[in-house]
């Protein structure tokens, strides 16, 4: 856990601590300052800044989805990152990103995993170029939509083969769960893919002043690809739909297959059953009781009746 600073003043960007960004406030040509908790040094540099209450109520407290605020002086906008752990899709992971927009500063703040902010300041720091509010906050967006293609993938995956388990002959009770699980994860994914393309769209729209005119192309650029992670996630929930289709469609088929066979063993023993208890009663006087053929006779009929009604279920298809 950190909190960290970059300065641009006119040459290389240099990493520095939160009493210096204070002190360059103003003065830098852009101050970066990115934490992972919260600190009083923090609630300090963030009352300099000004902001609104609600401001630093929404980037200390975990919202559910992705949203943007214009407060004139700075732009809020409050983004997810997605992740797939070990463990699988079903244990989808969020991370929350804060991103303040200010004239010559920005503020982030997220859980302390995440790892977009240090990769974009690496990025930065490698191009030795000094960029504007809206720039980082255009690469720190890219990152997160760019590092929800694998989770994406990772479903794809899933239902895949889950799509393969549910046509199996035998149906496999732990299915159901899976999928039940499975939908649940691409409901949450969808929930932020979805309200983060509309993030992306008022963004790439220009409907913000404190975004330049010239940095719309690179905000629409990952709009579409917002767009396109949405549209994926749509397809996996549907294909996920008709994967629990198929297999209470194999169940209840299967289920078929075994009431048949068990209806006609019962249809086959039935006869039998009638001839056998007939002959098994023990009355004294009963008619061929005492036939010296009686005992092969009986089973030859019992055979016979049997044999007759397996020939008359395969000649009707029944034993296909």
Do not use: C
């Not at 600073?5 to 970066?32: D, I």
């Amino acid at each position: 856990m950190a909190i960290t600073a970059l300065l641009f003043e006119g040459g290389k960007p240099v990493s520095s601590g939160l009493s210096e960004a204070r002190a360059a406030l103003g003065r830098a040509a852009l101050v970066w300052v990115d934490a992972d908790e919260r600190t009083p040094e923090l609630d300090a540099f963030l009352a300099g800044l000004e902001l609104h209450p609600l401001t630093i109520e929404d980037i200390f407290e975990t919202r559910s989805t992705p949203k943007i605020e214009d407060f004139g002086r700075y732009l809020y906008v409050l983004a997810h990152a997605v992740r797939v752990p070990a463990s699988g899709p079903a244990d989808l992971d969020e991370a929350e990103l804060d991103i303040v927009i200010g004239p010559n500063w920005v503020l982030t703040h997220h859980e302390p995993g995440l790892r977009a902010p240090s990769l974009v300041s690496e990025e930065i720091l490698r191009l030795g170029k000094t960029p504007d509010g809206p720039r980082i906050a255009h690469l720190l967006l890219d990152r997160l939509v760019d590092d929800a293609m694998p989770a994406m993938d990772a479903f794809d995956d899933a239902v895949e083969a889950l799509e393969q388990v549910s046509l199996r002959p035998v149906p496999h009770r732990s299915t159901v769960p899976r999928v039940i699980a499975l939908r649940s994860a691409l409901h949450r994914f969808r929930r932020t893919a979805v309200h983060q393309r509309e993030v992306l769209l008022r963004l790439a729209r220009g409907e913000f002043a404190r975004i330049p005119a010239e940095e719309l192309p690179f905000f629409r650029d990952v709009h579409d690809h917002a767009v396109r992670i949405a549209d994926l996630v749509d397809d996996a929930r549907e294909l996920l739909g008709g994967v629990l289709e198929a297999h209470l469609s194999m169940v209840s088929n299967r289920l078929n297959e075994i009431t048949k066979v068990l209806t006609m063993i019962a249809t086959v023993f039935l006869p039998v059953s009638f001839i056998a208890a007939v002959y098994g009663m023990n009355f004294e006087h009963m008619p061929e009781l005492h036939t010296h053929y009686g005992y092969p006779l009986a089973w030859i009929a019992m055979l016979l009746i049997a044999a007759v009604l397996v020939v008359w279920f395969k000649k009707r298809g029944w034993l296909d």
